[in-house]
């Protein structure tokens, strides 16, 4: 289940497909042109997908949310 509201929004735009590098993300949320955007969607790859490929099953208790 995502985290974010915004989790499908860039799920469906492509932004995370295909990424094997950071350094592929970084351009590609250089791209988006507001702020907020861009915060949103390093939140969104830093928590969602960290947590859906990770065998944590979600945030520790101590995680600010």
């Given at each position: 289940?995502?985290?974010?509201?915004?989790?499908?929004?860039?799920a469906?735009?492509?932004?995370?497909?295909?990424?094997?590098?950071?350094?592929?993300?970084?351009?590609?949320?250089?791209?988006?042109?507001?702020?907020?955007?861009?915060?949103?969607?390093?939140?969104?790859?830093?928590?969602?997908?960290?947590?859906?490929?990770?065998?944590?099953?979600?945030?520790?208790?101590?995680?600010?949310?």
């Amino acid at each position: 289940m995502p985290l974010n509201p915004k989790s499908r929004e860039f799920a469906k735009s492509g932004l995370f497909a295909g990424v094997n590098l950071f350094e592929q993300l970084e351009k590609r949320i250089a791209k988006i042109p507001e702020n907020k955007g861009k915060g949103d969607a390093f939140e969104v790859f830093g928590v969602d997908c960290y947590f859906s490929n990770s065998s944590v099953a979600s945030p520790p208790s101590n995680c600010a949310t």
